[in-house]
């Protein structure tokens, strides 16, 4: 017997323990699955019983269970423990709030408009024109989307278009999606920021590497010199401030609080440290995006005229009409992370790109903005140019070298190849070693002869 109870007592220490160490992740896990339950039902449409089969069937945050949910509304909780509630907001996507959250305020939410005309794809949306290009092998290439989507449980793609000088040559989706289902496109929102800026910059309003924005932000409470003041923009498109940034969603880190926790996500960064002696040391971090976002909103006025510039200025102008970017609790564009759009309007988002910011003849942003994107960020191994991705160094080996890509958590990607005069989008829920983007790509890129 007092083997037993030696047992027993061991059993219930090691399950007190497990308990205490792992309870403030329940805030972080229900988060998470309230979140993405309200929003994906609000904005892509899709029914709740699908995005906790799929969208939600991930590790721990499998357990958090639904207790409660309308058309704009989810709380969540993991064994009866931390309710976490999201709100919807038309216009202005879903936010996980907290208690202090005033559900009964009113909110001003971004002015829209409407890309009428009648052309096709990508300058319009009355379909598009099926051209048939002589130097492409239409086999090679639909057995390299076809191949993507190969081996569902592993790779889990659920669409890709492929377009070749903004024609659309080949595009597909899984049961359930199509070409007007909106995708969370994650982390290529940072690209979508990016892009703000480099519009702001062809207006003449800002120059990314005189602007020294934390002299004007008042957001560090901090009296006398701030060795953060010399920093110039530039520096947080690269990300390489020297601000300090914990980007593990494994854990409870800098980049969980933030999208889960804080009422403003804009301050995040602000309240990390400063390291002096390398200041430009690269370090990806989701807290500088969403600093980028709030000082984007001190660029203007009024709360409103911040609120319309990402669509007055692009998403709107493109006909990217599917396109949402969600805001936190302080209304600040989570630029971060919480851009939707479906895939032909991210691809739309790619083929402005290739086309260095012309737009049917008009021009959003300097040419010259794609040679300072892609240019190698020092530090960070030929990977990052500002606010986007890089195969400089050959990170896709059977690539050219001058593909650029706004990348995303779980693999959505929008790749750009301007030596090939193609921009390939593929969303899914798996990235990394799940999804071979090498060999999807060399078998594109071999399709254009």
């Known amino acids: 017997m007092k083997i037993l109870k030696r047992i027993l007592l061991a059993l219930l220490l090691i399950i007190t323990i497990l308990v205490v160490y792992n309870y403030p992740k329940l805030n972080i896990v229900s988060g998470y699955a309230s979140k993405n339950l309200a929003s994906t039902n609000f904005i892509a449409n899709r029914l709740y019983s699908d995005i906790v089969e799929s969208d939600n069937a991930m590790d721990l945050i499998e357990l958090a269970e ?264 302080s209304g600040n564009y989570v630029g971060s992370s919480y851009g939707w759009a479906n895939t032909r309007d991210w691809a739309k988002f790619g083929i402005l790109h290739l086309n260095k910011g012309n737009w049917n003849g008009e021009q959003l942003f300097s040419p010259e903005w794609i040679a300072y994107i892609t240019k190698v960020t020092p530090n960070s191994e030929g990977t990052y140019g500002a606010h986007w991705w890089l195969n400089a160094e050959g990170k896709y080996p059977d690539v050219p070298r001058d593909l650029y890509s706004a990348n995303g958590f779980q693999g959505q990607r929008v790749f750009i190849i301007p030596s090939k005069d193609l921009v390939i989008v593929r969303t899914g829920l798996a990235g990394g070693d799940a999804f071979d983007a090498n060999t999807f790509l060399k078998g594109v890129v071999e399709a254009i002869e």
């Open 66 to 329: 639904m207790e409660s949910a309308d058309e704009k509304s989810v709380i969540t909780s993991v064994f009866g423990l931390m309710d976490r509630e999201t709100v919807c907001r038309e216009g202005l996507g879903c936010v996980l709030i907290n208690d202090e959250y005033d559900k009964t305020q009113k909110l001003l939410k971004p002015n829209r408009s409407r890309l009428e005309n009648e052309l096709p794809f990508p300058y319009g949306n009355n379909g598009k024109l099926d051209t048939v290009f002589a130097n492409i092998d239409y086999e090679k290439l639909n057995a390299a989307v076809s191949g993507a989507f190969q081996n569902y449980e592993v790779q889990k793609t659920r669409t890709v278009l492929v377009t070749y000088k903004g024609h659309i040559i080949a595009e597909d989706y899984i049961e359930g999606f199509s070409k007007e289902t909106p995708i969370l496109g994650w982390s290529m929102t940072k690209s979508v920021l990016a892009t703000l800026y480099g519009i702001l910059e062809y207006q003449n309003k800002i120059n990314v590497h005189e602007y020294k924005p934390f002299k004007e932000l008042d957001l560090t409470g901090l009296t006398g010199k701030d060795p953060r003041d010399f920093i110039p923009l530039d520096s947080f498109l690269r990300m390489s401030s020297g601000l300090a940034w914990d980007e593990d969603y494994a854990s409870i880190s800098d980049v969980t609080k933030m999208l889960f926790l804080e009422e403003d996500m804009t301050k995040s960064q602000v309240q990390t440290d400063y390291n002096s002696k390398e200041p430009n040391l690269w370090n990806y971090s989701s807290g500088t995006s969403n600093l980028l976002s709030g000082i984007l909103r001190k660029q203007f006025k009024t709360h409103q005229e911040y609120l319309d510039f990402p669509y007055t200025a692009l998403i709107d102008k493109i006909g990217m009409h599917s396109m949402l970017i969600e805001t936190d609790m």
